[in-house]
């Protein structure tokens, strides 16, 4: 019997994070993946340097792809640094990828990746999330609505 997959991810250091994710899309589901990374991508990606504001994912020839994410070269690596923007395999289980590639097809939605962290055991880690785009007004009502929380709140801190 397989295990139960946890609630939240085991993060014991985030490299990356897309917040630009949450508000440009309805997030349904989310996955963690492994990366296929060379060596001087693992220290780049442990001195802290990566982006993926501009990245996305893609299912390709029944593989999952990190289009986009920009790991800089690492400082110290000799003529065998790697490419900043190459495109990283993701590391899925068959039956994920079929999901996967079953709601991109059929749902219409899109594969963001959320943030790139390290894990307990040292693994680097993708958090990939099933998107649906937002519209103008879907984003206006998440700004108003963070608005309203943050005055609740303080309303609520002076009034006690």
Do not use: C
Not at 88 to 96: A, G, P, Y
């Amino acid at each position: 019997m397989a295990r139960p997959k946890p609630e939240t991810f085991d993060k014991l250091k985030t490299v990356a994070e897309n917040r630009r994710a949450r508000f440009d899309y309805h997030i349904e589901d989310k996955f963690e993946a492994g990366l296929a990374l060379q060596g001087t991508e693992v220290k780049a990606l442990r001195a802290g340097q990566a982006t993926i504001a501009e990245s996305y994912a893609e299912v390709r020839d029944g593989e999952v792809w990190l289009i986009n994410a920009n790991i800089p070269e690492y400082s110290h690596g000799n003529r065998l640094n790697h490419e900043p923007k190459r495109p990283r395999k993701l590391l899925l289980n068959s039956r994920e990828i079929n999901k996967l590639f079953g709601a991109v097809e059929r749902k219409g939605m899109t594969l963001v990746p959320l943030s790139i962290y390290f894990n307990r055991t040292g693994r680097a880690k993708v958090e990939l999330a099933l998107g649906k785009g937002k519209q103008a007004h879907d984003k206006r009502a998440s700004v108003k609505e963070r608005d309203w929380k943050r005055d609740k709140a303080r309303l609520m801190r002076e009034r006690s």
